[in-house]
């Protein structure tokens, strides 16, 4: 006969593992968002952003590029709706990383899914779609890999806002070039096929001519749609 | 912002599990994510006050030349931001450009 007490201690062990396992496999993740969340603390508080409303975004809106962007555009005096809509038109990627991964969900609780969906990003989606076929089965481990690179984000966002009192221009440290050089990272990291290269450099030269003919907000939302579309066509054509 | 930016993460995830994607639609949604990265960044790098601009002083466009290869070869968002930066510093205190 088992003991209750053992069958507790057992229990709390099965829950804890799994969690360590997720915090473990956050690791790289961390290492990226300490500095890139301080980049981001250090130009948000440059920008004459409040640091409540600075953290705040780390806590509620929790997305690199988009806070960049958004703190780029309260600094050059742009409305409210505009920074929505561009938020909203950056995030549009998540919709399909989300959709890649809900086949692997089907098990999960309703509320498990608010949680872990709120939480998605490029980095943790990239971790959860290596190993999608498990993540029915290791909800515990999932949840504690995303819940830790969020913290390293906020911490990495304190930091940064400690250091924006500290530091006088931020542009003898390269730090304006963050949100550039991440979009590379992420935009390497999505050209594995020649489709998608020639997508990127369909909707890149059609953003830049937009933006030189004087769209200077609608010129993303509106490459993106042109830049896949052209894309999917050349992707049948080449089927053919 | 917190809404638009759950809401394209939540949805797919709520009503989506178990379901499947028109093929062409998915296939569209793939290129979603090149596409709309590549249409944020190209402006950035290649035009200054309103004129595109590959002159040596133009930092943000040499630097990405040496960190794409970098990105592709180490495969590492943390890698490419360090070293983009530090190129952007280095650059910046020689003299190079702005």
Known sequence: ?240 | MSVVTYLPRLLPTLFLSGKRLRPAFASWLRLVAPAVLAAMLVPSLLIKEETIDIGMDNLFFWAALIIFPVAWKWNSLVATVMVGMCLIALGRYLGLGM
């Open chain 1, 1 to 240: 006969m088992i003991l209750p007490a053992t069958i507790q201690k057992h229990n709390k062990r099965a829950i804890i593992s799994p969690c360590w396992l997720g915090v473990k496999r956050a690791i790289p993740i961390v290492l990226g968002y300490i500095p890139i969340g301080f980049a981001y603390g250090v130009l948000a508080g440059k920008s004459g952003l409040s640091e409540t409303n600075t953290l705040l975004m780390s806590l509620i809106v929790f997305a690199g590029s988009a806070q960049f962007i958004a703190v780029g555009l309260f600094a050059s005096g742009t409305g409210p709706a505009a920074v929505i809509l561009t938020t909203f038109i950056v995030n549009l990627r998540h919709l399909l990383m989300a959709a890649s991964l809900a086949p692997n969900l089907s098990g999960w609780k309703k509320r498990y899914l608010a949680f872990f969906s709120f939480q998605l990003t490029d980095e943790t989606f990239a971790l959860h779609s290596s190993t999608a076929d498990k993540l029915n089965r290791c909800r515990p481990e999932a949840l504690s890999l995303n819940m830790t690179a969020q913290i390293s984000w906020v911490a990495g966002t304190g930091f940064g806002l400690v250091a924006s009192g500290l530091i006088g221009d931020v542009k003898p440290l390269g730090l304006d070039y963050a949100l550039s050089a991440m979009f590379i990272g992420l935009l390497v990291g999505q050209c594995g096929s020649p489709v998608r290269v020639v997508t990127a450099i369909l909707s890149g030269a059609i953003a830049t001519i937009l933006y030189l003919a004087g769209l200077h907000q609608f010129h993303i939302i509106i490459a993106t749609i042109a830049g896949a579309t052209l894309g999917l066509g050349v992707e049948m054509w080449t089927k053919r």
